[in-house]
Structure formats: structure tokens, C-alpha cells
């Protein structure tokens, strides 16, 4: 079987397509009983009909990921896709970590996502990523070749504006990204943002900024796991 999530620009409604068999089904996705969206577990997660004038019959294919903590060999070589988000974690405990190990496993990390058949490659980085919130610009760039990182930044891609913020909040002794400060700059910049965002990701679930940005089309985020 195939499972594909999509927004469906005429209904403005999540769609879950389901193909067996040479048949295809649509149906509405349906809220459960706490008010949640349904969740569909496959490797293309999203695809969505772009609402630009430049391309009106293009199915954006859109993968987001989190939480891989090392282990992202074992997710292979993804099927082939126009975006590709990670929503963070990419380290396990990088706290407890030498700079070497924590070093060696960015960069074998962004071999990985580099080797990813995706147009557009982004990274929204998590808490555990204490490495990669002390590099400076030019070292992720050497390290992440083919990423960009948005911390409290957007991006602009197939029509679509995406905004990532690293912040989450836990009990967990990783806490890049964390801090009171940075916090009250994400909300002070998530104002900035308001109206303007189809794509929110967050490291973690943030109801006051996503409530501040209102994204047009999709909030998705990691960390709760």
C-alpha cells in the first residue's frame, strides 16, 4: 500500500490518499478525541499542491524527520523528494560526548543528508545539538554542505515561506537551544513572522509561537518521542 498526506487547496482540508491494488482513495483526514490530526507513519509524509501561479499541476513532495539521534544510517536512502526537513536532534547525548566523537558524527550525518535525493535540504536543530549550537556559520557550512539551517530564520522555496525554530523545553539535560533568553527572541521574532509563514517547524511543540506565526499550510515539529 501506498500513504500519502497532502493538503488539498480547494477544500482547505489534510487528505489522506491511500493506493492499493490500482485503486486510489481520498478521504478527509478526521480529528480523534483529544482534537489531534490523524498521523500517517511512511516515508513520504507530505505532499502538498502548491497554491503558486508558476506551477499549478506540481505535487510538492515534502519528507520531514526528527529525532534521529545517530542513527540515521538506518533510515537509508529516502525515496526521491523536492524537500527535506530535519526537525532537530540529530546528536544522541552530546553533552556526555568528546569534540571528536560529536564532530565525527556531525559530518558523517552530513554526508548522510547531502547523499539524499532532495532539492532543498533544511536543518531546524534540536537540543541534544549542543556541537552544532556552538559552531559558528562557516563551520556548519563545511560541515552541512548542502543544509540550511534555520534558527529563528526563513527560507523561501517553491513559493512556499518556511520558518524554523530550534526551541524546546524538557527535563532532559541537553539544553542547546533552551534558554529563557533565546526564547523570549524566538517569540519577539515569531511576531515578525505572524501571517507571513505557510511552513512552521520547531524543534519542539510551542503552542505560543505557532499561535504567533499561524502557518498557512503545515506546523511540524520533533523532541516528543
Given at each position: ?126 537540543n541534544h545539538d549542543m556541537p552544532i549550537e556552538r559552531m ?90
Amino acid at each position: 500500500d501506498c500513504y500519502r498526506f497532502y493538503f488539498h487547496k480547494e477544500s482547505k482540508k489534510w487528505v489522506l490518499n491511500v493506493s492499493h491494488g490500482g485503486k486510489s482513495i481520498d478521504a478527509h483526514v478526521n480529528r480523534d478525541s483529544k482534537g489531534r490530526k490523524a498521523v500517517v507513519h511512511h516515508n513520504e509524509l507530505a505532499r502538498y499542491q502548491p497554491q503558486t501561479k508558476e506551477s499549478t499541476s506540481h505535487r510538492l513532495r515534502v519528507i520531514v524527520i526528527s529525532d534521529t539521534h545517530e542513527a540515521h544510517r538506518y533510515l537509508g536512502v529516502l525515496p526521491p523528494y523536492d524537500i527535506l526537513i530535519h526537525a532537530g536532534d540529530i546528536m544522541l547525548c552530546s553533552r556526555l560526548r568528546t569534540s571528536w566523537h560529536s564532530d565525527w558524527y556531525a559530518r558523517q550525518f552530513g554526508k548522510w543528508f547531502s547523499s539524499q535525493p532532495a532539492t532543498v535540504r533544511i536543518i531546524v536543530p534540536g537540543n541534544h545539538d549542543m556541537p552544532i549550537e556552538r559552531m559558528t556559520a562557516a563551520q556548519r557550512a563545511d560541515i552541512f554542505p548542502d543544509a540550511t539551517f534555520l534558527l529563528n530564520e526563513s527560507i523561501e522555496v517553491f513559493g512556499l515561506t518556511i520558518w524554523g525554530c530550534p526551541y524546546s523545553h524538557g527535563k532532559s539535560g541537553n539544553k542547546a537551544w533552551q534558554s529563557p533568553k533565546f526564547y523570549r527572541q524566538s517569540v519577539e521574532l515569531a511576531h515578525e513572522m505572524a501571517g507571513k509563514v505557510d511552513v512552521l517547524i520547531t524543534h519542539g511543540p510551542c503552542k505560543e509561537i505557532a499561535s504567533i506565526v499561524q502557518p498557512k499550510l503545515m506546523y511540524n515539529y520533533g523532541h516528543i518521542h
